[in-house]
């Protein structure tokens, strides 16, 4: 190249149809020029070929991203919903593909397309705002009604003399030279400033979400969207001024009773007679078997009219029984419950525990069904009460099997007699002091 | 160029080898339309027509009013709207089916009429895909503020967040957000890149400093170097390609938000079918509306002429045609069927308390547009302008049918209801037609309504003397790889 040449862009020569371009660009062509191009308004047919261009690559770009957004769609959604969080939907399998097929479809859509669109202007090297084409006045028509082709000067073959010769002899409406754009397009100085200033302001959200996710305050937490998390109202247990007790919860009427709550029978509720006396919780003395009989309230001593005593009301303690009394009292009723054994394994009489009551005892055996009744409602010396846990009728279902178990379990040797039953015949029930347990259970 | 009649060939079944001009006009170069187009948005202010003034300020204020019944809704909750049991689905959803079916013109005419070489597209498709994407923005904008809090809209997205949970891929609403999001943004991205070349002329021929470095920076830097145009033609049919699939399956993914359930009315397989071709129809009606106002306001009547007119016109009988089919095809499957339900869903549809909002859908969509049957109404623009702006109102009636009567009667009479809309409906849905032709007009006016590059390449003078060809832009597709250009049959090699 020639040193003049070094302030050449290139060589550009307009025409005003088709036909003249199309002449020159094959004359360009076979002169073996390859930094040059044509340039027009809208895509004209044949330049291809005219001008030696080889078809883009853009669709294999495309066509991998394309399968590319396939494999995320189904990915993504095989990771979401049948691993990382498995919805179970009507119970179809975790992992069905009919259903994700719309997804995965927009997905290689999504990716094709801007692959499709970026990948075009990659390949055409765009954005390039600063082109010195754009500073020539007559080449502003070629996005409106002329064509040009330039010759530029990076070309190894590039003789400027040359390709004027070769471009004026193509029919051209007008040969110029394009100069190298030297002005130097510096942004001005307080555009810098506003730029640093702007950088920097852009940090500050930045920072601020960084310090409230690391540092801890002890005022709460912003809420950007309260939502329904404050309304005007009070919540419960909190305190309200403008009651005169002060309560934000208002009591019930005095006499309320709850729906279902009414405890107008007494012996299914209470285990007494109709209208008597209602203990709270009875202290049983273990010698003197209860208060005095003045003091005693009118246990019931067979069951509440309201219930009928038959084999299902027996399923049903026992069941209950199973549930609620066996883990101290035994299946049996003879205390060997799990967790007596265990207090047994561990030796915890010596923090006071008591063993539990064998339900075969005689003194139990004594108790009325009422008594019972209201032990297994309010509880005994160190067991507690299941009145909340187990509805009355339940209740009643525990005593009828308690004194099932009593009648079947245990039953002494004069008895027997009695019956004309052969003791052999018999397996003894133990009791919590037939039970050997070693310390080296107790872990179990 | 010469004068002739762009009617003979299509009207009179000629040679069909010569095809008529797309511009019509005596001394038509690339430079007059390049000024036509390009002219209407270098008006200065002052000068601006006078009917785009005033459609803009009652455009403006009914986005005011949009903006101000989105802020009551969003202070104060879904309940302003009439959606209550059992109609939970109420005027937001028959607003976001409405629209995100007209938006489905633009995409059909960019993409489905360039890959079928319907050449007469390139003058209207501009201003379709812009349509498209405005219509698209009403429609996003329904669903986005009927999930009530629209701050955790992107609980919408497969985001990973403080509670562990992804969304359901297994629900046709998710379904829609990705087909809804991905036809928004390919349909923006098909929308600019055909822009590109024509920004590129208008930053070329801009004569203030502010309209150089707007319209300099939206144009990238395009020169229309024919290296460039080559990879950009091969992207343009790709996209399209692309785009075609996509626009049917968009539809199809908003009927599976109803096809999927098993509400009687819904529950059907025609769906996706017929909510494509309603939907191309509902396009069709608000391009012509829109476009027959906009070519007489704009002087562009010899880039989009009657015979484009007068094409859509027949497109929009056809496709009302095919909705008219498919309404038939859901009684005669109700009856056929034997379900008890649906066949008393399909009853209630068109004797039910609803029968005013059917006989409207079936007279607007099936019946008005038969009078396109007569040449003399396709090239009356009057009677153009009322079938196409029934036809927007027949199509909105089709969804609220399908939606609200569906559900206001299924199967518990004891659940039954009547559906009734708050003053905050109709003022929202009335408020979406102002962000809709605010946006519209300011494209009008600010960006090339026509796509001068195409019109300007299916000009005569387009194709050189060598060469008769008709100029389609993927006629080159075929090149074989390596080879520097193949000779199709319909273009004379050198």
């Known amino acids: ?444 | 160029m010469t004068i002739s009649d762009p009617n003979s060939a299509i009207q009179l079944g000629e040679d069909p080898r010569h095809r008529p001009l797309l511009v019509e006009g005596t001394g038509e170069d690339f430079g007059s339309v390049t000024q036509a187009v390009a002219g209407i948005s270098e008006q200065p202010v002052q000068q601006t027509n006078k009917a785009w003034v005033a459609a803009f300020m009652v455009s403006l204020t009914l986005l005011a009013l949009l903006g101000a019944m989105l802020f009551h809704l969003i202070t104060t909750g879904v309940g302003v709207w009439g959606n209550n049991n059992p109609v939970y689905w109420g005027w937001p959803i028959v607003n976001f089916v409405f629209w995100v079916g007209i938006g489905h013109a633009g995409t059909l005419i960019s993409a489905i009429l360039f890959l079928t070489r319907q050449n007469w597209r390139t003058g209207v498709n501009r201003a379709a895909e812009a349509m498209t994407i405005f219509a698209v923005v009403c429609a996003g904008m329904f669903p986005g503020v009927h999930i009530g809090r629209v701050w955790v809209a992107y609980w919408l997205f497969p985001l990973p967040n403080q509670m562990d949970m992804w969304p359901n891929f297994r629900s046709p609403l998710l379904w829609d957000v990705f087909a809804v999001s991905t036809y928004a943004s390919v349909s923006l991205v098909f929308w600019y890149m055909g822009m590109i070349p024509d920004l590129a002329t208008l930053r070329d021929r801009a004569s203030n400093n502010i309209r150089k470095i707007a319209y300099g920076i939206a144009a990238i830097g395009w020169t229309g170097s024919s290296r460039h145009w080559h990879r950009y033609e091969r992207a343009y049919l790709l996209l399209a390609a692309l785009a075609t699939p996509l626009v049917l399956s968009v539809h199809s993914v908003v009927s599976f938000d109803f096809a999927v359930s098993q509400l009687p009315g819904w529950h059907t397989t025609i769906f996706p079918p017929y909510f494509v071709a309603g939907a191309i129809f509902s396009g069709f009606a608000m391009v012509l509306t829109l476009m027959v106002p906009a070519r007489q306001f704009f002087g562009l009547k010899h880039i989009i002429t009657m015979n484009h007119i007068d094409v859509m016109c027949r497109i929009l009988m056809a496709t009302g045609l095919l909705v008219g089919y498919a309404y038939s095809i859901e009684f005669f499957i109700a009856w056929y069927g034997g379900v008890q339900y649906e066949s008393f869903a399909f009853v209630n549809r068109a004797f039910g308390n609803y029968w005013w909002a059917y006989w409207i859908m079936v007279s607007c969509n099936v019946i008005f547009p038969q009078i396109f049957w007569s040449k003399k109404m396709r090239r009356n623009l009057w009677v153009v302008m009322l079938v196409s702006i029934t036809t927007n109102i027949g199509m909105w009636f089709e969804r609220f049918v399908i939606t609200v009567t569906s559900l206001s009667r299924d199967f518990l009479p004891s659940s039954w209801g009547y559906f009734s809309p708050t003053w905050v409906d109709m003022c929202m849905f009335l408020g979406s037609f102002g962000l809709f032709f605010t946006l519209f007009l300011l494209f009008l006016r600010f960006l090339p309504t026509v796509a001068m590059a195409e019109v300007k390449s299916i000009m005569p003078q387009a194709h050189g003397e060598t060469s008769n060809s008709i100029h389609g832009q993927g006629d080159h597709d075929h090149a074989p790889a390596g080879g520097a250009s193949p000779a199709p049959a319909d273009r004379q090699p050198s």
């Open chain 1, 1 to 444: 190249m020639s040193d003049s040449n070094e302030k050449l862009h290139g060589i550009v020569a307009y025409f005003t149809d088709i036909d003249g371009l199309m002449a020159a660009a094959r004359k360009v062509r076979d002169a073996g020029y390859k930094r040059w191009d044509s340039y027009t308004p809208f895509p004209v047919h044949g330049i291809d070929e005219a001008m030696g261009i080889k078809p883009t690559i853009l669709p294999w770009i495309v066509l991998v991203m394309g399968l590319t957004g396939l494999s995320l769609g189904i990915l993504l959604q095989w990771y979401t919903n049948a691993f990382d969080y498995v919805f179970l939907i009507s119970g179809k399998p975790d992992w069905s593909l009919p259903a994700n097929i719309p997804v995965a479809f927009e997905m290689v859509i999504a990716f094709s397309a801007f692959t499709t669109f970026l990948g075009m202007l990659a390949l055409n090297k765009l954005p390039h705002l600063s082109n010195p084409l754009h500073k020539l006045e007559s080449f502003r028509r070629i996005t409106d009604d002329r064509f040009a082709i330039v010759v530029e000067a990076a070309d190894k073959n590039f003789d400027a003399g040359r390709v004027r010769a070769l471009l004026g002899a193509a029919s051209a409406e007008q040969v110029e030279d394009c100069p190298v754009d030297t002005s130097r397009a510096a942004l001005p100085l307080w555009f810098h400033g506003l730029a640093a200033i702007a950088t920097c302001l852009t940090f500050i959200p930045l920072a601020v979400a960084f310090k409230g996710r690391f540092a801890t305050s002890e005022k709460p937490r912003y809420h950007v969207w309260p939502d329904m998390d404050w309304q005007r109202k009070r919540k419960t247990q909190t305190e309200w001024e403008m009651f005169p007790d002060g309560r934000a919860m208002r009591l019930p009427v005095e006499g309320t009773i709850a729906q279902g709550e009414l405890r107008d029978d007494f012996e299914l509720y209470f285990g007494v007679d109709q209208d008597s006396f209602v203990p709270d919780r009875v202290s049983y003395d273990a010698g003197a078997m209860g208060p005095s009989a003045e003091g005693r309230p009118a246990w019931l001593t067979g069951f509440p009219t309201a219930m009928v005593v038959d084999e299902a009301l027996l399923e049903r303690g026992q069941q209950r029984y199973d549930i609620y009394c066996s883990v101290c009292h035994g299946q049996q009723g003879n205390g060997l419950g799990s967790v007596a054994l265990r207090a047994k394994a561990l030796d915890a009489q010596k923090w006071g525990w008591v063993d539990p009551k064998s339900l075969l005892a005689d003194n139990a055996k004594s108790y009325s069904n009422g008594e019972i009744f209201h032990i297994v409602s309010q509880g005994v010396s160190t067991m507690k009460g299941y009145g909340a846990q187990i509805v009355p009728r339940d209740r009643w279902a525990i005593v009828a099997y308690v004194r099932a178990l009593q009648m079947t379990q245990g039953i002494n040797r004069r008895e027997l007699n009695r019956l004309g039953v052969d003791p052999a015949d018999l397996k003894p029930v133990p009791t919590i002091d037939d039970v050997r347990v070693s310390s080296a259970d107790a872990g179990r």
